[in-house]
Each structure stands twice: as C-alpha cells, then as structure tokens.
C-alpha cells in the first residue's frame, strides 16, 4: 500500500508523502471503477489490493463475482481458482526478496489461466494505461517524467512505451547481462540506487523535486550522476 510503501523509504531515509505513490493495486482499482462502478471481485492478493478496491467502492464476492482480480500474495492455492473476467495488478513473474527472487503476480495468473482457459488483463506495468494515469494525477507532461526501475520488462519498457526518460537499476532483477536479451535499451544504467539515501545535495534535490510534483525527475537523474558517478552508460 502507499502508507507501507512510504514507511519503508522512510526507513532509508527518504522522506516522502504518501500521496505521491500509485501503485498497480491503486491503478487496477481505478480501472475496474472506470468499466464497471459497483462491481464485486474474488480476490488473490495482499491486504493493499483490497483496501483499494475496498475505496474504489468495489464489493469482495467469493460466490458469484464479477471479476477475479490476481495480486502479489503469500497464500496462493488451487482453491483460488474461479471464473469471471479475470484481471491481475502485473505481469512480474517474479520479483526481488531478501535473500533471492520469489514468484510474483504472473506467476500465479498462469494456472489459473491455463485451467479456465481464459486470459488475464494486466493493468499494472507495462501496461501504458497506468503510466498515463501516474503522470494525470502528478499533472506533468511525459517530457517531465523518468521511469526509474530494475526490470528491464516491465519498467523500462513501460517508460519507453509512454515517452517517458528511462534509467535502469542493478539493485533487482536485471543484471548487465540480461539487458542484452531485449532489443530496446534504457538511457542511463545505474550501478545501485544508494545515492538516493544517502547524498545529502541529492536529497535535497529529491525534496525539491517531490515539492513540484516530481518535475525535477531528470535534475535528479543528473545529480545523482555527477555526484554517485555510478552510470555505466
């Protein structure tokens, strides 16, 4: 959830406002409320994905729903599987945790899609429908924004598609390596993201850029360049 998310930046030092988190959970509730206002879901995920469906007015029904709604979950099992159109938060397979990589919301969607015969539609990255209401609800143009992540397909990919800047991240899934298997690139590839926590002039950059809405996306990019000299690209 936003509120979990900010408390963990807040741990590596990063002061920012819950308000500026959109979250795939947040971007499917918006959507389901977009096609279909007062609908029910059977739901696999985690405590964040249904307080946003819960505030997006959409009923939990494990009986008769109108859609089945898949997220990140620790809980999974067979017994999850029903009908109804089926939508999922995000097309991770698998994502980063202490101590190695652990199956994430694609993952799970695929038995469910290979028992009912029916298709998933992922409404979080790369999806362009989330970065389009991201950049909506932050008020700024694509030119202003920069998509910074660890997953060359999903969030790179998800920048490019959108128009957004792109830097690429070694702190999770993709490695050098790996950036070699996708025909498309990132601008800038960075070694980590430890600068953000702990270079004072790039936290103060960051707060500025917070303050206007993330508009200082690219000086914070640059900044963490000059000072971190960590970009590999």
């Known amino acids: 959830s936003p509120k979990e998310l900010q408390n963990k930046l807040y741990r590596m030092g990063l002061e ?8 795939s959970a947040l971007a499917t509730a918006k959507f389901l409320q977009s096609q279909a206002p007062g609908c029910s879901a059977y739901v696999i995920g985690d405590h964040g994905l249904y307080n946003a469906l819960y505030d997006a007015g959409i009923t939990i029904n494990d009986v008769d729903p109108d859609y089945v709604v898949v997220g990140e979950t620790v809980t999974y099992g ?8 089926l939508i999922a938060t995000n097309t991770d397979i698998t994502g980063p945790i202490e101590g190695g990589i652990a199956p994430a919301c694609r993952a799970f969607v695929a038995p469910i899609e290979a028992t009912t015969g029916k298709k998933a539609y992922y409404v979080g990255k790369p999806n362009p429908l989330m970065m389009r209401t991201g950049l909506q609800i932050l008020g700024v143009h694509s030119s202003e924004a920069v998509m910074i992540g660890d997953r060359m397909d999903t969030d790179i990919i998800a920048g490019i598609e959108t128009g957004l800047d792109t830097a690429l991240v070694l702190s999770g899934v993709s490695t050098r390596a790996t950036i070699k298997e996708f025909p498309y690139r990132p601008r800038l590839i960075l070694n980590g993201n430890t600068g953000y926590c702990y270079n004072k002039e790039i936290l103060r950059i960051r707060d500025d850029s917070c303050n206007k809405g993330y508009k200082g996306a690219k000086r914070l990019l640059n900044a963490y360049k000059l000072y971190k000299q960590e970009v590999i690209q």
Do not use: C, Q, V
Not at 16 to 22: K, P
């Open 16 to 23: 920012i406002g819950e308000e500026h988190f959109y979250t």
């Open 78 to 85: 067979y017994e999850h599987i029903k009908g109804a159109r």
